[in-house]
């Protein structure tokens, strides 16, 4: 009942990014704890106007008082959605995971097929945005390539279906890290975290995902693994969903060993005096912080990183978002907000004259990436580029070091 | 469980805890700041309250209970954190304007006056509106601002209705950022052929670069446009925060946001961490010295039960006046309740007094006997709190 | 000038304004006089229960028989003030069963139908429900909105010829011959008198009866009896529980909108103004309130208020046991006295006057009111509550989801400058902030508006404020207090008020 503690400061709502941008939307303020005194008369929702909310999550972190202003709309959301047919796109983008297989395993044929402006035209009229574009399909996904490597600390790598069927390069690229570090990776067996299908009102979907990896990861657990994951929005579904809302089996476990990989990459440097692994990257960048990071209230790991690279002029950006929220932006009926709060966000990274923008979640990349027209990058490519730079690394395994950097299928 | 170790660390990102951790931030310390959620500052008229007691401000400390806090930092302290404010504010967007000897006038949306001393440079030209023309511009459909209050109390005024297409403050803020915006609310003002004075509206002027576009335009109408503050959601508050707040981070400074701490570790007579609540699985923050800037009621550093008050982060002991029946007058309006007073006492070193905690200090609105509504001081006293505390935190570690 | 009219009804709770609308619907030509508000007595500080009649069945049969005549009828004719809630009699250990077995009996005896439930059931009913509970029994009490009621019963009056003078004090009862004539009565703000001549004059003045009738030259004997309430800021209950014991103090808890109210208490009173709630009280309440809801020791309360019973003077001093029923007073000097009864059977007290009222005009017309549905519903938001979520455009007073068209509309079919009109009419206000943010809205569209001249705006601003804290008083700790501050740093850091 946190809503009790509500005293309508509005401070949530100065910090909503789709109240200002959508009138439709009443404010987290009226769309949370407001609305909430009169559900409680276990009646049928009808309060359709919850599907603008876009799970930023940021009213929840801005409020003083311990209002889970987010969840409690979230709850809404779902409440409405079981009691009402949802929109072909929320089945849809429910359905991600599969709909991302199905691209990946015919990934030349649908990523030419996407590019056609007939299919765009009819994804249109099927209820998905013009812009951006829709991430590219690898073929040789991250499920293709689920070989252990290493010795060392023992790291289960939880990559999401982002680098799994879109950016494996980038997924790759942290295996190989983390091994440089020491550490031995193991691609568990996983699916989808289930946050698309949460997102898009369907709870027993989500639940069923969770359950399966729930299960997956708990073993690994319990052999001594810490899970790692590198998207911000999976990261933030095993930490507070699994042993929340969907109430996953084994989910405050999985809560308690699992890591952002930049917050791990950060202990594993701090601990390690001796060796100087990272190398002088000459670069400005702008790195916009994910909404879901701020939510997982881990501070912002990636930046210590980057203070510790010479030459890296890094720039923090965490008082917008970036509008696309996961599935929320690709949906037509969102594209007018998705759009107005991408350029709000581009505003300050162009005003940096950046090289870059970064980015830990693959929406945010791909919207800012589209709205700012600068190459968006994970922190961890930057990471990895001054890793390669590195004298140390460059001594120890001369050549070796850099083959490992490159872009290999597995 | 996530260990990381600071040389300071402040709870409470409020006025107070962002000012100590600027100054600590600056001068090369570790500085990590907590906040369970943004502070209170975000509601505020985004002014900086001295004292409104006297014309100079440093005049009234006479007026002042001997117990206030103000007496801790002295008149020299509180110039000094003005003027570190004023540096910290010229770096940003919104810089700030105003002397610490001489208090000045805001327009506020009821027609009253109210009396304060720094303010932004978009309510600048507030001053002196009440010898000369104004016009009022709002936004149709908009809730918390209604013109008639204003010209109904004061002569020589006007107003005008403009279509933002939008009505809540927050949204008419985002389109004044919108390219071209600007322009052409300027021509429509231009077009309305007003007597010689000056514009002013409700604080809308967007929320990143309000004194741009101010200036943008002033210069196309030629005249002086100011803001004036309104309710909640207050856009110069979150102005004010957001710039404090990135000051804080461009040196280089942790914000851990939207978590409550959970547990302190203590060890005789110092804290050695607290540890937030960080989504089931903790996150230790561990420092050599801590601040206290959680603030009052309103923000949560305090807590009223039935029959007390609480200190909600470290338990320690507060000051409450008496039973819960004489907490409160019976006239709404009586300047300062007597729970003003409720608070953590500190000595002179800013520790509090009833612990024996080393290097534990406090600052804020939090501090007994503040008297915010009564004195009108609530941000100068953050303000000047939050420095000295800092620069004592400072010896400390040392 | 007088103006001249048949009957002339001197206050504005239930039973004033059900007069208004029997004299109406019987064709009668009438004016109401009330000082305050509609509801500004017992009628707008009770429990808002639309008894089922289970309370007084023991003690009282012939009470409760009135009370489940009326509630059945009222439940027809007022749907839109009526939410049919339900409620449970709650026996909690150590409670007598003669009590309860006495209870049974008597409910099938008058006929108020009954479902004894066990405790798992009645959980499932009302979750929040004391899980030690004995059992449960479920009775057809139901919630009611005393402001609409009064206001819709003004509604028939006035679309009918009659009229209704609000924020008029009767300071005067005009006497010819010994005979009372006609009243005058004062404007609250502008201090403007009226003055009003009538064949008949009703004082249905509840807690001021006394006061009244000596303007007159006559006494009505009372006991005044003060019974404090105290409101959650959410519902912890959908239906509506009260104790299954002898009827004793905070008994009763009742969601209303939005929220519950628990009460009450009972303390004599000589004079019915100047009422104060004393902190103990409201301890009092909430300690009754969480042994049958455990949640109500704890939860976030955000208003206590207190109102005065008007009731026949008894030789006993226990307010309690003083039998509600009604009583008619014939002074015969053309002035009568309605007192005592409660909510439930307001439409009756009303009827049974309006009876007297017509023997002695010799006029034959019967009374329509137990059969007519209350004219003026339609506009009126509607039960269940989360009905109201659908539409959230302009929404005036967010807490309590009022839009502006429905003030806007409450101002100008009321012509009202007073702020506190507009709460009762649309609940502005009446939600956690306590109108901490909505009356400056409210007030601002009233003076777009034009119904406000701008010199008196600031002035019931200060007003509403003042009267709001004295409500929210008692009730300041944990969140409430939390409110107040924030409210206090509005009203007093932003707007600067006190130099207003």
């Known amino acids: 009942m946190t809503f009790e503690h509500c005293v309508r400061c509005t401070i949530c709502v100065e910090n909503c990014p789709v109240y200002k941008v959508e009138p439709r939307f009443p404010g987290p ?289 965490d008082d917008n978002c970036c509008g696309l929220a996961g599935t929320y932006g690709f949906k037509k009926r969102n594209q007018d907000v998705a759009h107005k709060l991408g350029e709000i966000a581009s505003i300050p990274i162009r005003a940096l004259n950046a090289d870059a923008v970064v980015a830990d979640c693959g929406a945010c990349r791909i919207q800012l990436g589209h709205y700012t027209g600068l190459s968006a990058m994970d922190p961890v490519e930057i990471i990895a580029e001054a890793m390669a730079n590195s004298i140390d690394n460059k001594k120890k395994s001369g050549h070796g070091i850099k083959r490992l950097f490159q872009k290999t299928p597995y | 469980m996530s260990t990381l170790m600071h040389d300071v660390v402040v709870i409470g990102g409020g006025i107070s805890g962002l000012m100590a951790s600027i100054y600590l931030a600056g001068k090369g310390y570790k500085t990590a700041l907590i906040s369970r959620g943004d502070p209170v500052c975000c509601l505020s008229t985004g002014c900086i309250d001295v004292l409104s007691t006297a014309l100079n401000p440093l005049d009234g400390f006479g007026d002042l209970s001997e117990m206030h806090p103000y007496h801790l930092v002295g008149k020299k302290g509180v110039e000094e954190a003005c003027k570190l404010f004023k ?160 000051a804080f981070q461009d040196l280089g400074g942790d914000v851990f946001w939207g978590m409550p701490i959970s547990s302190v570790e203590r060890h005789g007579h110092i804290i050695e961490a607290v540890t937030l609540a960080t989504s089931a699985r903790a996150t230790r923050v561990q420092g050599k010295a801590f601040i206290l800037a959680t603030g009052s009621f309103v923000s949560g550093g305090l807590f009223a039960t039935r029959d007390s008050v609480y200190e909600t982060v470290f338990g320690i002991p507060v000051h409450v006046p008496g039973a819960r029946k004489d907490w409160f007058w019976n006239d709404f309006f009586t300047a300062g309740h007597p729970i003003e007073e409720a608070g953590i006492e500190v000595d002179s070193s800013f520790r509090p007094k009833q612990t024996t905690l080393e290097n534990l200090f406090v600052c804020g609105s939090i501090l007994a006997r503040s008297e915010v509504m009564k004195n009108h001081c609530g941000h100068g006293l953050a303000l000047a709190t939050g420095l000295k505390a800092a620069k004592v935190c400072e010896r400390k570690l040392t | ?209 006394d006061k009244l009738a000596r303007l007159g030259g006559s006494e009505v004997p009372m006991t005044l009896s003060k019974g404090s309430l105290i409101i959650s800021n959410h519902r912890l209950t959908n239906m509506v529980i009260n104790r299954l014991r002898v009827p004793s103090d905070g008994d009763i808890i009742v969601p209303n909108e939005a929220v519950c109210l628990a009460g ?116 009126l938001s509607g039960y269940p509550l989360s009905k109201r979520l659908s539409n959230m455009d302009d929404i005036v007073c967010e807490c309590e989801l009022v839009p502006r068209r429905i003030v806007e509309q409450a101002i100008n079919t009321m012509g009202t400058h007073y702020v506190g009109d507009i709460q009762h009419r649309t609940r502005l206000g009446m939600g956690p902030c306590q109108g901490g943010f909505c009356t400056y809205r409210a007030l601002g569209i009233m003076q777009e508006l034009g119904k406000v001249s701008p010199d008196l705006s600031l002035k019931i601003l200060s007003e509403f404020l003042q009267r709001r804290f004295k409500g929210i008083r008692p009730a300041l700790w944990g969140d409430q207090l939390r409110e107040e501050q924030l409210v206090e740093y509005i009203y007093l850091g932003i707007l600067n008020m006190e130099n207003a």
């Open chain 1, 29 to 317: 303020k009226q769309s949370g704890p407001d609305a909430q005194r009169f559900r409680l008369d276990g009646e049928k929702s009808v309060d359709q106007w919850v599907k603008y909310c876009s799970q930023c999550r940021r009213c929840q972190i801005a409020c003083p008082y311990g209002v889970d202003v987010a969840e409690i709309i979230l709850k809404a959301q779902l409440k409405y959605g079981t009691e009402h047919i949802s929109p072909f796109t929320a089945h849809l983008f429910a359905n991600a995971y599969h709909l991302n297989a199905l691209g990946s395993t015919f990934a030349p044929l649908a990523n030419k097929a996407a590019s056609f402006k007939a299919a765009k035209a009819v994804l249109n009229l099927l209820g998905i945005s013009r812009e951006p574009d829709l991430p590219e399909f690898r073929f040789f996904n991250m499920e293709r390539g689920r070989r252990r490597k290493g010795k060392g600390r023992k790291v289960a790598f939880f990559y999401g279906c982002h680098l799994n069927f879109n950016r494996p390069d980038i997924g790759w690229k942290i295996r190989d890290m983390l091994v440089a570090m020491g550490c031995r990776v193991v691609m568990p067996r996983q699916t989808c975290c289930g946050l698309p299908a949460l997102g898009n009102g369907d709870l027993d979907m989500a639940k069923k995902y969770a359950q399966k990896n729930a299960s997956v990861l708990t073993s690994f657990i319990n052999k001594g693994f810490d899970v790692l994951y590198a998207c911000t929005s999976c990261g933030l579904t095993l930490i507070q969903d699994y042993p929340g809302i969907l109430e996953a089996p084994g989910g405050k476990k999985i809560a308690e060993n699992t890591y952002n990989v930049n917050e791990f990459l950060l202990s594993l440097l701090q601990d390690d005096k001796e060796n100087r692994p990272l190398g002088r990257l000459e670069k400005r960048i702008a790195y916009h912080i994910p909404c879901h990071l701020r939510a997982l209230g881990i501070g912002y790991p990636a930046a210590k990183i980057f203070e510790q690279i010479e030459g890296l002029e890094c720039f923090v950006l």
């Open chain 2, 87 to 246: 540096e910290i504010m010229s770096k940003s967007p919104i810089p700030y304007v105003g002397s610490i000897r001489k208090n000045r006038e805001i327009l506020t949306p009821i027609g009253t006056f109210k009396t304060t001393c720094l303010v932004p440079q978009t309510m600048a030209a507030s001053l002196g509106c009440r010898d000369e023309y104004v016009h009022v511009i709002s936004f149709t459909g908009i809730k918390d601002f209604y013109p008639s209050y204003i010209t109904s109390r004061l002569s020589n005024t006007g107003f005008s209705l403009y279509d933002a297409g939008v009505s809540s403050t927050l949204a008419i803020a985002a389109r004044f950022e919108e390219k071209g915006f600007a322009a052409d609310f300027a021509t429509w003002i231009t077009g309305l052929e007003l007597p010689p004075g000056k514009v002013a509206l409700p604080a809308v002027l967007g929320v990143n670069n309000p004194v741009a576009i101010m200036e943008e335009i002033s210069s196309r109408i030629n005249r002086e446009v100011f803001e004036i503050p309104t309710l909640p959601p207050s856009i110069p508050g979150l102005r004010l925060f957001r710039a404090l707040k990135a």
């Open chain 3, 1 to 209: 000038m007088s103006i001249k009219t048949d009957v002339i009804i001197i206050g504005g709770g239930a039973t004033g304004c059900g007069i208004a609308r029997d004299l109406a619907l019987r064709g009668v030509h009438h004016y109401l006089v009330e000082k305050g508000d509609f509801a500004s007595g017992a009628t707008g500080a009770c429990h808002g229960l639309l008894h089922s009649g289970g309370r007084y069945v023991v003690n009282d049969p012939e009470a409760a028989h009135e009370c489940i005549t009326e509630n059945t009828i009222l439940r027809k004719i007022a749907q839109k003030c009526v939410e049919t809630t339900g409620g449970l009699f709650v026996r909690l250990p150590g409670d007598s069963k003669r009590y309860r077995d006495r209870f049974l009996k008597g409910c099938d005896e008058v006929g108020i139908e009954t479902s004894v439930l066990s405790p798992s059931k009645a959980l499932d009913l009302v979750p929040n429900l004391n899980p030690a509970m004995e059992e449960a029994i479920m009775v057809p009490d139901c919630s009611i909105d005393p402001f609409r009621l009064c206001m819709l019963n003004a509604y028939t009056s006035r679309h009918r010829g009659g009229n209704i003078l609000t924020h008029h004090e009767v300071i005067e009862i005009i006497k010819e011959k010994g005979v009372c004539v006609g009243v005058k009565a004062r404007e609250r703000l502008t201090a403007q008198i009226k003055e009003i001549r009538a064949r008949i004059i009703i004082n249905a003045t509840g807690a001021w009866g």
């Open chain 3, 264 to 379: 009450t208490t009972s303390i004599t009173v000589q004079d019915p103004d100047n009422l104060e709630i004393d902190p103990a009280e409201v301890d009092l309440v909430s300690t009754q309130a969480e042994q049958m809801i455990p949640s109500f020791g704890t939860t976030r309360l955000i208003r206590a208020y207190t109102g005065v019973r008007p009731l026949l003077k008894a030789s006993g001093t226990d307010g309690r046991s003083i039998s509600r029923g009604f009583k008619i007073i014939d002074h015969e000097n053309g002035m009568f006295s309605i007192l005592g009864g409660k909510l439930t059977t307001y439409r009756l007290m009303a009827e049974k006057m309006v009876d007297v009222i017509m023997e002695k005009f010799a006029l034959r017309t019967t009374c329509r009111t137990a059969e007519l549905p209350l004219e003026g519903q339609d506009e």
